[in-house]
């Protein structure tokens, strides 16, 4: 019998009187803030970091897919480790290790440096992020879940804005002569304070009967998206040579030995890295592939539109992320309106619609892009972006829940911590695909002249392939269930579109 399969065994409720589990709840909501705003405020500083540090290309696309990856190969492994050795020490070892990392990062001397240390960053986030929700429930009472679930949710939109502007404003302001690289020491403080106080404030708690880790699983995993993504980003610049074809195809024989690996590793002790039965619900299994591909469209589209901006464009970094604003407003505003008003009511038809608003935003994008050449402002980016937030945001709010709502409720913390796992891996697959989509039109020294052009038809060029994307996204949805039950927990798996826990099958016992 799987491990899954056991009956939630009674605990005690938290203690409703202990001051304390506030002063926790700010230091892991922090540490998800950190993770978040480390994601979208690297995108904006990374035509600085080209340019400060003569970076290649295929550099370029590492510094933000090596995070990811490391971040996705470690996600499960990391709540398990948090099981088995207690959650409050490995969201300490990982948030020491993320400050470790960002100084690395924010010191590194040339860009291979940099690449490893966000290699490093990505894995200890890892480690410290599937703790975040699970610190949470062992800390607070059922009757105050949902008001720190929709905590976590304004956190994450929080994140959304604030990104890219602190990005902007630290890469601009040039702090003690540093350039782009306050834009990692500035983890440090935060940090440091982070893991002394989580020291003092956070309960330690365990899950009673905790997973085996599945190392093999996760070596299968991470060998398998290395031997697709490094010939993707190094392709074009090497001529596109014959290994890079043959290590693409040996990723899918890997892939393959891996759900081999992962069906005889659950008959023996039921502790696989992958549940490979929730893929025999159909809404799951869609759900996976809705946000795999959509991981895949915001990988491409968010870095090419930072190198449109500030390359092709000429724009400080303060003027790109100014001009992200209504972007990242639109998403908030109409997150909530999905959620609290739209599903409901119309059920799948929101995220079907949501797919079909914000392709619409990407072709209006296009269009103005391709019209108003190297002479578009941002006033008249506002309507695309506005357009395409709103269309974002009908689908992010509400996909974990539909994605769920089928799944057994003794496999709901392994499916959601898949769903978190495939977005991650769907976005390190992205941005390996922007030397496809983008700089595959793009000359690889162009003249200073024909920089600018150049970026313009890169750019249309990818937007026209996000627009594939969302199409793609848009007939997946056929396969999730026109109305979506509020699942068991949902509250975890609304707040948890980027941040589910990823081993939640069993409640937390606090440990004294």
């Avoid at 949470?136 to 059922?142: D, E, L, R, Y």
Wanted: aromatic fraction near 8%; proline fraction near 5%.
């Amino acid at each position: 019998m799987h491990s899954t399969d056991i009956a939630h065994a009674p605990t005690p409720e938290p203690a409703t009187g202990d001051r304390r589990r506030w002063f926790a709840l700010a230091i892991v909501m922090t540490a998800a803030f950190m993770d978040l705003v480390d994601v979208t405020i690297v995108n904006i500083a990374v035509p600085s970091i080209q340019r400060d540090e003569g970076a290649t290309f295929s550099q370029i696309q590492w510094i933000t897919a090596g995070y990811a990856l490391a971040f996705a190969a470690g996600l499960v492994t990391g709540g398990r480790l948090g099981d088995i050795h207690g959650r409050k020490r490995v969201f300490l070892v990982g948030i020491g290790g993320f400050t470790v990392a960002s100084a690395l990062c924010g010191l590194a001397v040339n860009p291979e440096m940099l690449v490893a240390s966000r290699i490093l960053q990505g894995a200890m986030a890892a480690l410290m992020v599937p703790q975040v929700l699970s610190i949470v429930h062992a800390t607070f009472p059922a009757h105050e879940r949902g008001k720190v679930f929709g905590l976590f949710g304004a956190i994450v939109g929080l994140g959304a804005v604030s990104g890219p502007l602190l990005g902007a404003l630290l890469t601009e302001g040039n702090l003690f002569g540093l350039e782009w690289r306050p834009i990692f020491l500035i983890n440090l403080p935060v940090g440091v304070a982070a893991l002394f106080l989580g020291s003092r404030f956070i309960t330690e708690s365990k899950a009673p009967r905790a997973l085996k880790l599945d190392l093999p699983g996760v070596a299968l995993v991470t060998l398998a998206l290395l031997m697709l993504l490094y010939p993707l980003t190094r392709g074009r610049e090497l001529g596109w040579p014959v290994w890079g074809y043959v290590s693409m195809a040996g990723a899918l024989v890997v892939f393959a030995a891996l759900v081999a690996y992962e069906r005889a590793k659950g008959a023996r002790d039921g502790s696989p890295l992958i549940e490979l039965s929730l893929f025999r619900v159909k809404s799951f299994a869609a759900g996976i592939a809705v946000q795999t591909v959509f991981g895949v469209g915001l990988g491409v589209f968010f870095l090419v539109w930072t190198l449109y901006m500030q390359i092709g464009l000429g724009w400080s970094a303060l003027r790109a992320g100014l001009t992200g604003v209504p972007f990242s407003v639109a998403v908030s505003v109409a997150a909530g309106m999905s959620v609290q008003q739209l599903v409901p009511r119309f059920g799948r038809k929101v995220l079907q619609a949501g797919a079909l608003v914000m392709a619409a935003g990407v072709l209006i994008y296009l269009a103005e892009a391709d019209h108003y050449g190297l002479g578009i402002t941002s006033w008249q980016m506002a309507l695309p972006l506005v357009v395409m937030g709103a269309g974002m945001g009908l689908i992010v709010a509400p996909l974990t829940d539909a994605v769920l709502s089928e799944v057994p409720r003794e496999h709901a913390g392994s499916a959601s911590g898949l769903i978190n796992t495939v977005q991650q891996m769907g976005h390190a697959l992205g941005l390996g695909l922007v030397s496809v989509v983008f700089f595959g039109v793009i000359d690889e020294r162009p003249a200073p002249a024909e920089v600018g052009p150049a970026f313009v038809d890169g750019f249309t060029h990818a937007l026209g392939w996000v627009t594939a994307v969302l199409g793609a996204i848009f007939l997946l949805m056929f396969a999730l269930p026109k109305r979506p039950a509020q699942h068991v927990e949902g509250a975890a798996g609304a707040a948890g579109a980027e941040e589910a826990p990823v081993t939640g099958e069993k409640e937390p016992e606090l440990v004294p």
